[in-house]
């Protein structure tokens, strides 16, 4: 079993057990469940802004602990203003050691867009995710059918989300190409062993259409690589355990970003 397989098998456990609690009908009265949600789109492409979409990420299954010191609140503040486009904040518990909680957190101090980043296997975590004030979720070519991806992103575009699909091959993208889908990420780990490589983002970019954002996921720590990925036709960068491995996460990456620019 891979660790992606233990991941979904827990979620589906976990899933069953939220619905026993808490209703998709509660979670539609929840006071953030009728907020108009913020364009990924807008953010990503605003020249004010540097395309980055930083992670608040504890711990992760192949790195133990990252990083459990800085609270949600001030890291992910630091992230806006440093000049994040978005920010992704892990909400699994068993394997990130996230939660719902952080969420909700981080959506109190934040202006711009905030990803849910989540292993999404069923329209309640999705509706749970509008509840607790993200507007974006995440899918994972990896771990659902094509009939599941479009399924579910058409349920997440009615309730006003946005959708970022994340691929790791060639046929993950071209049978996911779907009008619900807003960005496309590609990640550069991968979820069965853990390696990374950008050869990913290089080898997928031109095979991305342009009408999608295109996203490079994971494994960028140095700031000439957003540069390469920019010139190569990426507008957004999602990363993590870069930022967060540092005493003060907001200032690594203003650093970043100055570098850059540079």
């Given at each position: 079993?891979t660790?992606l ?21 509660e979670?539609?009265?929840y ?8 364009s990924l789109?807008e953010?990503?492409?605003d ?7 930083s992670?608040y990420k504890?711990?992760s ?13 001030e890291?992910v ?10 920010i992704?904040v892990?909400?699994?518990?068993d ?5 719902l909680?952080?969420?909700k ?9 905030l990803?849910?980043k989540?292993?999404i296997?069923?329209k ?6 509008k509840a ?16 599941e991806?479009?399924?579910?992103s ?6 006003g989300l ?9 046929q993950e993208?071209k049978?996911?190409l779907f ?5 496309i990420?590609?990640?550069n ?10 050869t990913h ?14 996203v ?8 000439s690589?957003i ?8 507008q957004?960068?999602l ?6 491995k540092s005493?003060?996460p907001g200032?690594?990456?203003a650093?970043f970003?100055e570098?850059?620019?540079k």
């Amino acid at each position: 079993m891979t660790i992606l397989d233990k991941i979904v098998e827990r979620k589906r456990i976990e899933v069953a057990e939220s619905k026993s609690k808490v209703s998709i009908e509660e979670l539609s009265q929840y006071p953030l469940f009728d907020r108009t949600c913020y364009s990924l789109k807008e953010s990503v492409l605003d020249p004010q802004r540097t395309g980055i979409i930083s992670e608040y990420k504890r711990a992760s299954p192949s790195k133990g602990i990252i990083n459990d010191t800085n609270s949600v609140a001030e890291v992910v503040q630091g992230y806006q203003e440093a000049g994040a486009s978005a920010i992704s904040v892990l909400t699994d518990a068993d394997f990130f050691q996230g939660s719902l909680d952080d969420l909700k957190v981080a959506r109190e101090v934040l202006t711009i867009p905030l990803l849910r980043k989540e292993f999404i296997i069923d329209k309640y975590q999705i509706t749970e995710a509008k509840a607790y004030g993200a507007d974006i979720i995440l899918l994972i070519a990896a771990c659902l059918k094509v009939e599941e991806i479009q399924e579910l992103s058409s349920y997440a575009k009615s309730l006003g989300l946005n959708v970022l699909l994340e691929v790791h091959n060639e046929q993950e993208l071209k049978d996911n190409l779907f009008d619900t889908i807003d960005a496309i990420g590609v990640n550069n780990r991968n979820l069965k062993d853990f390696s990374v490589s950008l050869t990913h983002s290089y080898d997928l970019v031109n095979k991305i259409p342009d009408h999608y954002i295109k996203v490079s996921e994971s494994g960028i720590s140095d700031p000439s690589t957003i540069r390469e990925l920019k010139n190569i036709g990426y507008q957004s960068f999602l990363i993590g355990e870069n930022f967060m491995k540092s005493t003060d996460p907001g200032k690594a990456l203003a650093k970043f970003v100055e570098e850059i620019l540079k």
